[in-house]
């Protein structure tokens, strides 16, 4: 497969023969449908659909055939199922294949209804069936090749992630300037200047904590929004405690080693806003980047990375100021 084709819309590639389920059947009616149906020799999912054939879930076989013919569909299926939007590449689909070790894909549309399914043999033709099942594992390192492709030149790979290595000098270019703007500041309380490493250490542990569970949930061609409010009002509370905690603990440092009570309790309170800062930017910017149809695990982490690291110094500085009252 070609570079050409990796660019294509995955729903112009994808299978329309696809096994589907009503989630109102029950298991009796599903397999005596499924008996009178021409099941095709590819890789088959049992989706389950709606009644406005809207993907609801996914059924595995062993579920299928080891439940009692009474319970229904809507009982028995994996509702946590993994689609790809028809609009996203065929690149994009090869990557979820990759990260799920998923044999088949289903493909929806804008509303979610299911529209066909891709599956290994798009993308390596010469593995398909019961074959495939066994060399799973050769399965998705020949597709990782093909995503790669032939013409994955040391030059393609630079073009690919330098623009988002600029972001991190960007963001270092930022903070040196935004730290020249308080250099009389700095000098009236020199201690601050030797927590700015720590500060900025943990602004950046914490927001790529956040970013790592939010990419979790936008492996998903289209983003759920349900979780992404979820995530961050989890993200919210647990970076209050997070913030909490480091700020006091440093701010304890601070006040054993320099004796500054008040330079403590800005170093400390600043860390803390700085903390909660970090963490949301986690789950808000990898989605942003998400809705702009690029890959969020390239392009997320050096935009959090800088922009993490210029809230925080913001923070750090004028909340010190304001608390010496300078």
């Not at 088949?104 to 010469?126: I, K, M, W, Y």
């Not at 759920?224 to 440093?250: P, Y």
């Amino acid at each position: 497969m070609d570079e050409r084709e990796l660019r294509e819309s995955v729903g112009s590639r994808a299978r329309r023969d696809v096994v589907t389920l009503l989630e109102s059947q029950t298991i009796g009616e599903a397999l005596a449908a499924l008996r009178s149906a021409d099941l095709s020799d590819e890789i088959v999912y049992f989706y389950a659909v709606d009644a406005d054939r809207r993907l609801v879930g996914v059924v595995p076989t062993r579920r299928l055939l080891m439940s009692r013919s009474y319970d229904r569909i809507s009982e028995v299926m994996i509702r946590d199922v993994v689609s790809i939007f028809e609009g996203l590449s065929v690149r994009e689909a090869c990557k979820l294949l990759v990260g799920h070790r998923l044999l088949a894909l289903p493909v929806v549309d804008d509303q979610g209804r299911l529209v066909g399914a891709v599956d290994v043999s798009l993308f390596t033709g010469e593995i398909a069936g019961h074959s495939a099942r066994r060399s799973a594992e050769n399965v998705f390192q020949l597709i990782g090749i093909h995503v790669a492709g032939p013409n994955a030149t040391p030059w393609a790979g630079f073009k690919d992630r330098f623009p988002w290595l600029l972001c991190n000098i960007t963001g270092g270019l930022a903070c040196a300037a935004l730290t020249g703007r308080y250099e009389k500041f700095l000098d009236q309380t020199i201690v601050l200047a030797l927590f700015i490493p720590i500060v900025l250490t943990l602004a950046e542990s914490v927001s790529i904590q956040s970013m790592s569970i939010t990419l979790q949930g936008l492996d998903r061609a289209r983003i759920d929004w349900r979780m992404i409010f979820r995530c961050f009002r989890n993200e919210f509370f647990t970076s209050i405690l997070l913030g909490g905690a480091a700020g006091t603990l440093v701010a304890m440092v601070s006040l054993i080693w320099k004796h500054q009570p008040i330079i403590s309790v800005a170093i400390g309170g600043s860390i803390w806003c700085a903390v909660v800062t970090a963490c949301l930017l986690g789950v808000l910017l990898p989605t942003a980047v998400r809705l702009f149809r690029r890959d969020p695990k390239i392009a997320a982490g050096p935009v959090v990375l800088a922009t993490a690291d210029v809230a925080t110094l913001l923070f750090y500085f004028n909340i010190a100021r304001m608390i010496l009252g300078k």
